[in-house]
């Protein structure tokens, strides 16, 4: 160990979905598709990162903060 502190916790699967409230399919079609952080497998059990899932969320809002990139003529439709 490098005697750093820890800056995280782990999340549940059940914490997870209360901040991303989608079902456990596409939880895990996320991960597979590398659109959400894979968990870490402790005892049998999944945890995430809440380092790692707040990230997602950073990236997920400033997504939908920039602007439209769309073509002008795809905007108008």
Not at 13 to 31: E, Y
Not at 42 to 63: C, I, L, Q, Y
């Amino acid at each position: 160990m490098t005697g750093k502190p820890i800056s995280y916790t782990l999340l549940s699967t059940s914490d997870v979905q209360k901040i991303a409230p989608v079902s456990n399919v596409t939880l895990w079609r996320w991960v597979r598709n590398g659109k959400f952080p894979a968990p870490i497998r402790v005892a049998k059990n999944n945890f995430w990162r809440s380092d790692e899932v707040g990230a997602w969320m950073d990236e997920m809002s400033s997504r939908r903060a920039a602007p439209d990139r769309k073509a002008p003529s795809q905007a108008r439709k």
